[in-house]
């Protein structure tokens, strides 16, 4: 006899979904609006209070994130789609910011190179993770 399952099927109506696609569109309209506003009125440069800390929070995030999907990679459990795609955009906003931030001289070459060797690299690894794991997570070893 097969044991019982322990996930649930979870209902959502049509029309809740529809209202939360509507929603989101929305705020991506008025996201734009902001980004027009501040691309208007923001300096070109700040000084930044906690810079390292800032940075080192979010390199801290990816490690977990990397930490996480492999493990769960190494599990096979299907969350692991929820961690790397997580992961994914950690990496792509590093890769981002690293490089608009760094100063016009070999850091910024350096930012870049980064970029396009390893941040963006494991950001599609964990994009095919993320987008393959449903066919494979269900296999157990």
């Known amino acids: 006899m097969a044991a019982p399952s322990t996930t649930r099927s979870v209902r959502i109506r049509p029309s809740a979904l529809r209202h939360a696609g509507w929603g989101f569109m929305a705020v991506a309209v008025a996201l734009l609006l902001w980004i027009g506003v501040l691309a208007a009125t923001l300096p070109d440069t700040v000084h930044a209070r906690n810079w390292a800390e800032a940075w080192i929070g979010f390199d ?62 494991l950001a599609a690894i964990c994009g095919v993770v993320a987008f393959t794991a449903p066919r494979w997570t269900h296999v157990r070893r």
């Open 60 to 121: 801290l995030l990816e490690c977990i994130g990397l930490a996480v999907t492999g493990w769960l990679v190494l599990r096979r459990d299907p969350r692991v789609a929820i961690a790397a795609s997580a992961t994914a955009a950690f990496l792509v906003a590093d890769a981002w910011f690293d490089i608009v931030t760094s100063p016009p001289n070999w850091d910024v070459v350096q930012a870049a190179i980064l970029a396009f060797v390893v941040e963006l690299p």
